[in-house]
């Protein structure tokens, strides 16, 4: 079967490889020179399989409340009407009941799970490197009180089988010695040592370099502008540069994919939230995290990619506005400068931002559509490269009708009807 990809973030870019290594005719679609060039492009580098836990969460509301109007929040929300938005959270109130939460997270796990497997098979067959880290992760907490509820609700987590340890001080260090600069602050964390770390970027770029030579046509500065569809059915994807046809078509292009099949009758709930990222270059100092880290307190993670570290995190609803609030940059590097002071060279860093394709309950969109040859691979929001590799072997199991991994309704666009 031929089979159109369109975007190639590492969604599509793993879908991509799956669809190929099942027997596929691939062609993958995307506006950018390479691949991996949006919201790919500069994450937090985070393979989190232990911590997929959505946003929408018991006490989420409440705090999102305290958050309203403060310019430094790790949550920004712009005080206008924007229809979609609300729609959209309704559906994410609705997800923050225990229950659902719970339930939620459980989901997500499991798929991080096969993914982080399939990651690893990918690097045997493929030989790509892309700074991975396999050291694990360490959530940092200030606050006993915190720190203590959080090693209750991994109870939960450890149950599903993912390790997880809770630190004291001492043993925070051993993990990770950088931390010594505010050792006196800490009060302990917890660590996954099956987490990783990478560069999805990379990972994308040399994930798409080795499906070219497999036989996958890549065409880059291809821009989407619409689907051509006869009842039932997609007939070719219309673009900058004519009409492209195929057999079966799947959906990867993050929070631009809900545009495209809106005139279908087909409703994405998927929102663009904005994340910040700051890179800094370690500049030959000792003093860089070499685990990952996740600092609860100010909602960050940090990760060591070569000899850059990657900082990030926040999230504004903005609509799609990619534009960079310089403040809002600056202070993730004020935080990151303070925690690691000799981590590198700060004053070097890059700033970057990118759009999130968030889905109200937190779980990506994997299946089929109302258009019988059209399906969604999509909505990763904050864990697309953790569960990257996972969603883009699922869906190319959908499409050649092989038996899934998991069961793939909880990924479905029908839950949301
Ligand atoms: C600040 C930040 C930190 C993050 N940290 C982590 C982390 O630590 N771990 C983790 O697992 N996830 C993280 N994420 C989330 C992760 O980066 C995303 O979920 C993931 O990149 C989404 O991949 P994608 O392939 O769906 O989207 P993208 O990478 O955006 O790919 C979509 C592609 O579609 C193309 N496209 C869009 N519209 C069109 C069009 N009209 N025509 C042609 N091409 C088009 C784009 O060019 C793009 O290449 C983070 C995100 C942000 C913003």
Request: one cysteine or more.
């Amino acid at each position: 079967m031929h089979v159109i990809v369109m975007g190639a973030g590492v969604v599509g870019v793993s879908t991509a490889y799956f669809l190929l290594k099942a027997g596929h005719r691939v062609t993958v679609l995307d506006r950018q020179p390479v691949a991996g060039n949006e919201t790919s492009f500069a994450n937090g580098g985070q393979v989190s399989v232990s911590h997929t836990a959505p946003w929408a969460g018991p006490g989420v509301p409440w705090q999102l409340l305290k958050w309203v109007g403060r310019q430094d929040a790790p949550l920004l929300l712009h005080p206008r009407f924007d229809p979609a938005l609300f729609s959209w959270g309704l559906k994410f109130l609705a997800n923050c009941s225990k229950t659902a939460f719970e339930r939620n997270q459980r989901k997500n796990l499991r798929l991080a799970q096969i993914s982080r497997f399939l990651l690893s098979v990918i690097r045997d067959e493929t030989g790509i490197q892309y700074h991975q880290r396999s050291g694990g992760i360490l959530q940092i907490y200030r606050n006993n009180d915190e720190l203590l509820a959080a090693s209750r609700a991994s109870r939960q987590i450890i149950d599903l089988g993912c390790e997880m340890r809770t630190l004291d001080v001492d043993a925070c260090l051993a993990i990770e010695p950088a931390l010594e600069a505010r050792r006196d602050e800490l009060a302990g964390g917890i660590y996954s040592p099956g987490d990783e770390s990478g560069d999805a970027h990379l990972f994308c770029t040399g994930l798409a370099g080795y499906c070219e030579a497999q036989g996958a046509d890549f065409r880059y500065g291809v821009e989407i502008e619409q689907l051509g569809v006869e009842p039932g059915q997609v007939t070719g994807v219309v673009t900058s540069q004519g009409v492209i046809s195929a057999d079966a078509y799947v959906l990867s292009l993050a929070a631009y994919g809900a545009r495209l099949v809106k005139p279908f009758g087909i409703k994405l709930p998927i929102y663009p939230t904005k994340g910040y990222s700051v890179t800094v270059p370690t500049g030959g100092h000792n003093g860089a995290p070499s685990v990952s880290i996740t600092d609860e307190d100010n909602r960050l993670v940090f990760s060591r990619l070569g000899e850059r570290i990657r900082v990030a995190g926040t999230a504004e609803f903005a609509g799609y506005d990619t534009s960079l609030n310089e403040g809002r940059a600056r202070s993730i590097l004020e935080k990151a400068r303070y925690q690691f002071p000799s981590a590198g060279n700060f004053d070097e860093a890059t700033f970057w931002t990118g759009l999130r394709p968030m889905t109200p309950d937190g779980l990506p969109l994997i299946g089929t559509t109302p258009l019988q040859n059209l399906y969604l691979n999509t909505g990763h929001g904050t864990l697309g490269w953790t569960l990257g590799a996972g969603s883009g072997k699922a869906i190319a199991d959908v499409i050649s009708g092989s038996p899934a991994d998991l069961d793939l309704r909880d990924f479905s666009l029908q839950r949301f009807r």
